[in-house]
């Protein structure tokens, strides 16, 4: 049943022609503004809060203490070596002194009260600040170049201008300052930790797959920020698509499951120029993407902006060159498809190439089976 937020959610994602949509609308069922905490608390009681997750195991620090302590330094923070384990001091590019040895359940903490934020604020864009939060997650690891091992999470250097001047970077204030009440209310954890955390919650509360989440990120300062034009331009063709991705180390298959976030959120003129969603249900993560990529018909729209495409039926929904480069290209082509028949093995292969994303570039203390996964507020 439309609720009253997804009403709003329709009208605002298509202002152009709501009623022509509805043939083929998939609403984010989301509760009204007014019972979004209530839902928040019926479904935690109900679901998952009454317990926590498996405890991440503590690494053997005495083996790690000479990087770690290489890191605090970078980082500003210092790491003292106590009772057989390491603990972090504050660091002044970010990290505050506060809880010492963060587990699974204190990172669950914080995915809550993101979960709990994301259901609240309802008000903003198509009913949800997820889009923009994973767009945030995503562009702070995107800058990472692998013959370099510069960028990346680890620094959430995007604090900082020139990088958050970047044109890429646009509109993502929004996300940064939504996430500033929950890092004063948990200090200790990092800035490029908890921008992570908030992506994987974003995926997850907007129904998408589960992302294991490894934290271990260090704030860096200013001198760290990746010079311009890492991320990709939204006005090229495969080509830029495979040297932008290629250079974080991705494959082609995992460029197409990256992209099928655009099943979520939209394009604002003021930020990058562009207008419009890419799909019916922008704040649910669908394979919907790739289906319309191939189901529709899509031309150049006539208006006064950047090149986009538009579908031709509805004229409500739009695709970026770069979309469009993923069916012109026929090895890309074959992996749209198989997303587009298969929502799982989309589900499987994007939660795979995000969580690399991710990590990319950071130098983790932690192992990899130590990863965390939350538990979503919502069914998945
Ligand atoms: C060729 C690669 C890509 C290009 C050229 C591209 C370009 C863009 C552009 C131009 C926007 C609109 C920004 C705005 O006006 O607010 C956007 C939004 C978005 N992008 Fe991408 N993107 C790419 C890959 C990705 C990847 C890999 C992800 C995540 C895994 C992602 C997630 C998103 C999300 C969630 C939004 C919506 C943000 C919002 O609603 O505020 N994109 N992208």
């Not at 604020?121 to 702070?140: C, F, I, N, T």
Request: charged share 25%; hydrophobic share 35%; net charge positive.
């Amino acid at each position: 049943m439309a609720t009253a937020a997804a009403a709003r959610a329709l009208t605002k994602a298509f202002p152009r022609s709501a009623s022509s949509a509805t043939s083929s609308v998939r609403l984010a069922a989301r509760p009204s503004r007014d019972t979004a905490a209530k839902h928040f608390f019926r479904q935690s009681s109900r679901r998952h809060y009454s317990s926590g997750p498996e405890p991440a195991k503590k690494s053997s620090s005495g083996a790690i203490l000479g990087g770690a302590a290489a890191a605090a330094l970078l980082a500003g923070g210092f790491y003292y070596y106590s009772q057989g384990e390491l603990h972090l001091k504050s660091g002044s590019a970010g990290q505050s002194a506060g809880l010492l040895n963060p587990t699974a359940q204190d990172y669950q903490k914080v995915y809550d009260a993101v979960a709990k934020a994301l259901w609240e604020k309802d008000d903003y864009d198509d009913g949800s600040y997820g889009p923009v939060l994973l767009r945030l997650a995503w562009h702070a690891s995107g800058t990472y170049d692998a013959a370099t091992g510069t960028g990346g999470s680890n620094g959430a250097t995007m604090r900082f201008a020139p990088e958050s001047d970047h044109g890429a970077n646009a509109g993502l204030k929004a996300a940064r300052d939504f996430l500033e009440p929950i890092k004063q209310q948990f200090p200790w954890i990092s800035y490029s930790d908890l921008w992570i955390l908030a992506g994987v919650c974003a995926v997850q509360e907007m129904q998408g797959p589960t992302i294991p989440f490894r934290p271990g990120r260090q704030d860096r300062d200013v001198a760290f920020c990746t010079p311009d034009g890492r991320l990709p331009d939204a006005t090229k063709d495969q080509n830029h698509i495979r040297a932008i991705f290629g250079r974080m180390g991705f494959n082609d298959q995992e460029m197409v499951a990256l992209s099928g976030a655009h099943a979520l959120g939209r394009c604002h003129v003021d930020r990058s120029g562009f207008d419009g969603p890419w799909t019916f249900s922008p704040t649910v993560l669908t394979n919907d993407y790739y289906r319309l990529l191939l189901d529709e018909k899509w031309s150049w729209r006539k208006w006064n902006g950047p090149k986009q495409y538009e579908d031709v039926k509805t004229h409500s929904l739009m695709m970026l060159p770069t979309d469009m480069a993923l069916i012109k290209d026929a090895t890309f082509k074959k992996y749209v498809e198989k997303y587009a028949k298969d929502n799982d093995a989309f589900f499987k292969d994007f939660s795979a190439a995000v969580t690399k994303l991710f990590e990319l570039g950071v130098p983790f203390q932690s192992k990899a089976e130590d990863r965390i996964t939350f538990k979503p507020t919502v069914s998945q």
